[in-house]
């Protein structure tokens, strides 16, 4: 078990333009620089294959928090993955993932593709649903210890979001692996069936859960 401590302030300072000027008079906003703080001196205790869900209206912190998960892991020697960094080689999709044909539709499998027009397929030729489960089939490849996923599902139909997500933490599980992901929608929890659940609200308020 490893502990992460996340602390994130921003210095607030406002452009002073002339319709900035004219929003903060007719609201009565004050334009002096504010500190804003997402998170202070939050601890959180992560194990290899911990499946991490974290959850939160827009704006409240998910993404800076992931961020600075996967930067702290990475000082301390693990190797992650990052969904949003995987770029596609315009290749056939069989030809992305595994070392062989059956790998490949078995990882594909386990993400959600298993029709053989998209195999055969290229990634520009795939609709951002399909490229997006490629991805994570590339996730499930890789051989990084921990695996990060924000905005997780976002662009799936919620029917298949709920079916990767179960799939997803049965395989990082399986394979030992820490798996994070970050989403407004609460619609996948049962599915991931979360070791460990941060709700992150406004301001610094957050509320961390074992479990779902
Ligand atoms: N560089 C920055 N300077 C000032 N504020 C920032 C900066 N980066 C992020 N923030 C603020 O920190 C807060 C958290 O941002 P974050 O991107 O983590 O939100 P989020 O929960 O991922 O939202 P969403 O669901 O919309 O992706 C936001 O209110 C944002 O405006
Ligand atoms: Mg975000």
């Known amino acids: 078990m490893t502990e992460y401590t996340i602390t994130r302030k921003f210095n607030t300072s406002v452009e002073r333009t002339p319709r900035v000027l004219e929003i903060a008079e007719s609201f009565g906003l004050g334009l002096s620089d504010k500190e804003f703080v997402v998170y202070d001196g939050l601890k959180i205790d992560i194990r290899p294959a911990d499946v991490v869900y974290i959850k939160g209206q827009s704006g409240s912190g998910k993404s800076l928090l992931l961020k600075d998960l996967s930067a702290q892991m990475i000082a301390g020697g693990l190797k992650v993955a990052d969904l949003n960094k995987i770029e596609l080689d315009e290749h056939p999709v069989v030809e992305l993932v595994g070392k062989d044909t059956n790998e490949a539709l078995d990882l594909l499998a386990k993400a959600g593709i ?24 590339m996730l499930m490849a890789s051989d990084a210890d921990v695996w990060i996923a924000d905005e997780f599902g976002a662009v799936l139909d919620r029917v298949t979001a709920r079916v990767v997500a179960f799939s997803m933490q049965k395989v990082s599980r399986r394979a030992g692996k820490t798996f994070m992901v970050a989403t407004t929608h609460e619609d996948m929890v049962t599915e991931l069936a979360p070791d460990l659940t941060i709700t992150k609200m406004f301001r610094e308020k957050v509320k961390i859960e074992a479990g779902a």
Request: glycine fraction near 4%; hydrophobic fraction near 35%.
């Open 114 to 137: 298993s029709d053989a027009w998209i195999y055969i397929r290229k990634p520009s030729e795939l609709s951002d649903g399909q490229r997006y489960r490629l991805k994570l089939a």
